[in-house]
C-alpha cells in the first residue's frame, strides 16, 4: 500500500493522460515515462483486492471526479456511453438506506463491524445501463474496471457489490432511495461500487489458469 499510495503523484495526471486528455499529450508522456511505466500498470493490477472494510474517512470530490474520468474513458460500443453514474457521499442517504436494510436483516447488526450496508464505505457509486443497447452491460463493466484501478492507484478501495441493488430494487421501503438516484427513463440499475480508504489488507485469491487457453 505505501508503494501504491507514493504512485498518487502519477495518478493525478490521470485526467491528462489516461483518462482523455487528448491523443497529443498522451503520446507526449508515454514518450517520455520510464520504463518502469508499464510494470506499475501491472503491479496495479495484480495488488489491486476488493476491499470489505472501510475507514470512516470519506474520498474527497476532487479525487472521485479523478476517478470518473477515468470511468467514462473507458472502451464502450460505437461511443454510446450506454450508462449512467449517480454518486453518493451523503451519509443520510447511505445511514437511512442501511437502518431498512437492518430492519429486514436484524442478524446483520449484530456484527460490531457492521456500519453500513455498502461494506462500510463512506462513497457509493451507482451504475445504470441502457436496457435499449444489448451491450450495455458490457460497457458498463468496463467503466466499473477503469475506476477501480485508477481508485487503487492513489491507494483507495473499492468493492463492486450487486445485493445492494437487488434490495432497493426489490423492497418497496427503499423505494423513495432508490427514485432519488433519478436514474433516466430506459435504465436500470446494474450494480455499485463502494470506495473508501481500506482497513483491511486481504490476501489475493486463486485464479484457474486452466481457464485460458491459446488456441491454434
Given amino acids: 500500500m505505501k508503494k501504491l499510495k507514493s504512485m498518487a503523484m502519477a495518478a493525478l495526471l490521470l485526467p491528462l493522460v489516461a483518462c482523455g486528455g487528448g491523443n497529443q499529450q498522451a503520446q507526449t508522456a508515454a514518450e517520455s515515462a520510464p520504463d518502469s ?3 506499475q500498470v501491472i503491479e496495479n493490477i495484480m495488488t489491486r483486492r476488493s476491499i470489505r472494510q472501510y475507514k470512516p474517512q470519506p474520498v474527497n470530490r476532487d479525487t472521485m471526479q479523478i476517478i470518473l474520468n477515468c470511468g467514462i474513458n473507458a472502451p464502450n460500443g460505437q461511443n454510446k456511453q450506454s450508462w449512467a453514474i449517480r454518486v453518493v457521499d451523503n451519509p443520510e442517504y447511505i445511514n437511512g438506506l442501511t437502518e431498512i436494510y ?4 436484524p442478524k446483520i447488526a449484530e456484527d460490531p ?12 457509486v451507482f451504475i445504470a445501463n441502457d436496457k435499449s443497447y444489448d451491450f450495455s452491460q458490457v460497457d458498463c463493466g468496463l467503466l466499473g474496471e477503469n475506476m477501480v484501478l485508477s481508485a487503487w492507484s492513489m491507494g483507495i478501495g473499492s468493492c463492486c457489490l450487486g445485493s445492494p441493488i437487488r434490495f432497493m430494487q426489490t423492497e ?5 432511495y432508490l427514485k432519488r438516484l433519478n436514474i433516466p427513463e430506459g435504465y436500470q440499475l446494474l450494480y455499485c461500487i463502494a470506495f473508501g480508504y481500506p482497513d ?9 489458469m486452466e481457464k ?5
Avoid: L
Fill in 113 to 124: 463491524s457492521f456500519k453500513n450496508m455498502f461494506r462500510n464505505a463512506p462513497t457509493v
Fill in 212 to 216: 485460458i487457453m491459446f488456441v491454434d
Fill in 37 to 39: 511505466v508499464e510494470n
Fill in 102 to 105: 437492518k430492519k429486514k436483516n
Fill in 200 to 208: 483491511e489488507a486481504p490476501a489475493a485469491k486463486p485464479r484457474d
Fill in 172 to 176: 418497496p421501503e427503499a423505494a423513495d
